[in-house]
């Protein structure tokens, strides 16, 4: 008996090896069980259940890559971005060569608007992070100066734009069936030699500069200046212009919030003389969610004068909001909505002054780190304050612009926009009903 006692003994202890062995593994298990179950949620839509789950396990857990990658997926689609850049921050620390760590690294960063710790990262990252900046940036769609950058460091930044383009209607003139369109009741009337519409090509030289000098960590006083030389061929001689619109202010910013006013300057000549003068101020404020979403709020006043026209000078006030959405892959969308009002200086010219209501929008795609397109579409509608004394009505405009484009950049710091922008004015005089459409290619520096 006891030779079988002392010959069991060893088996016992070999078949305690497997026993002990799921025993160790059982930890391990119960974890790729959590990761997988924290998977499967987000996939399912349900990332802030995701987040919670690994949340409570995260004191143990972390730094444990499995565990931290699942963390950082969870976590930004749950928009707990500062917690995904923790997570992402882990398994980039311990796997230095993850590049795909990295590229979620980059785009937690950019969410939470850390943007020099995005700058700190290979451009081979960034680029493939933010292919937003293939296109269209959030600034291209708002009424605002610059507001990149703004991490306690003074900016600036400016471009160089040469467009060459062809327009259907430089005169912005009605079409030679005009007379036809007459409103019943309207007197005997033709429209003057060259009044119609003219076609034309041109070529425009703009420049751009903005920036930022910070003073403090929430003041900071900010400008912008953009001056346009455009010249025209045959009948569009005349419309030759320049036009040079100035900007400086002061910014406070505060967590999600920042508050700008700025004074407004610009002039407009037109063939050799100054065909228009603006003064104003803008108010803006504008309210992050996040580094892929904000609101954008404003108040505009404006002083009009023209020189050759005193009875068209006006004080325009416009206010409005809108509201940009970047995808995670790098598309945009956004929309706004905005209404004022323009106000004749003289007297008795009511019929030269109107309120206004518009709605805009558009859509940006990123198709890949070099290519994107877009389009955007505006309808703005005017109500006139009183008859027109030569027609006898009332003057009602609708108008529409709609933009179809694609954006390439085929070299850092360069840009080449092709864009087909079509405008209708459906308007109640005919002098003042047309269309346009103007197809234009833009080759721009970014410094």
Request: net charge neutral; proline share 5%.
């Amino acid at each position: 008996m006891r030779s079988v006692t002392s010959w069991l003994r060893p088996v016992r202890r070999l078949a305690l090896v497997p026993v002990l062995g799921l025993l160790a593994a059982a930890p391990v298990l119960a974890d790729d069980t959590l990761v997988q179950q924290a998977q499967a949620l987000v996939q399912r839509g349900d990332a802030l259940a995701a987040f919670q789950l690994l949340d409570a396990q995260e004191a143990e857990r972390a730094g444990d890559p499995a565990f931290d990658t699942a963390m950082g997926h969870a976590a930004f689609a749950a928009a707990q971005y500062s917690r995904a850049v923790m997570a992402w921050e882990r398994v980039v620390a311990t796997q230095p060569d993850n590049l795909a760590a990295q590229v979620e690294l980059a785009r937690a960063l950019h969410a939470v608007g850390d943007r020099r710790g995005v700058q700190a990262l290979a451009e081979q990252v960034r680029m493939r992070a933010i292919p937003v900046d293939a296109a269209l940036s959030i600034d291209q769609f708002l009424v605002s100066y610059d507001r990149m950058g703004h991490e306690g460091l003074s900016t600036w930044k400016g471009h160089i734009d040469f467009t060459l383009a062809r327009d259907s209607n430089v005169n912005v003139g009605p079409g030679p069936d005009a007379p036809a369109l007459s409103p019943p009741g309207t007197p005997p009337w033709a429209l003057a030699p060259g009044s119609a519409e003219q076609r034309a090509t041109y070529a425009a030289l703009l420049g751009n500069v903005r920036g930022r000098h910070v003073l403090d960590a929430r003041w900071s006083l900010i400008g912008a200046a953009t001056a346009e030389v455009r010249g025209h061929s045959g009948a569009g001689r005349p419309y030759d212009s320049q036009q040079l619109d100035v900007n400086a202010g002061v910014s406070y910013r505060i967590e999600r919030h920042e508050w700008m006013l700025s004074a407004q300057g610009a002039t407009y000549r037109q063939d050799g003389d100054t065909l228009r003068n603006i003064g104003g101020l803008l108010g803006e404020w504008i309210y992050r969610l996040d580094g892929f979403r904000q609101w954008d709020t404003f108040l505009q006043v404006q002083s009009l004068r023209y020189p050759a026209q005193g009875l068209r000078n006006a004080r325009r006030t416009v206010g409005g909001t809108s509201y940009v959405h970047v995808m995670r892959n790098g598309s945009l969308f956004y929309a706004g909505l905005y209404a004022g009002q323009e106000s004749p200086s003289a007297s008795g010219v009511d019929n030269l002054g109107y309120d206004l209501a518009g709605l805009r929008g558009g859509v940006q795609w990123a198709i890949s780190p070099q290519w994107a397109a877009f389009t955007h579409l505006n309808v703005e509608e005017r109500r006139y304050g009183a008859t027109d004394p030569f027609f006898g009505v009332t003057r009602r405009d609708r108008q529409t612009h709609w933009v179809l484009g694609v954006s390439w950049l085929p070299a850092p710091g360069w840009r080449i926009t092709p864009q087909w922008a079509l405008t209708h004015n459906d308007s109640t005089l005919p002098i003042t009903d047309y269309d346009r459409r103007v197809f234009s290619v833009t080759l721009r520096r970014e410094f």
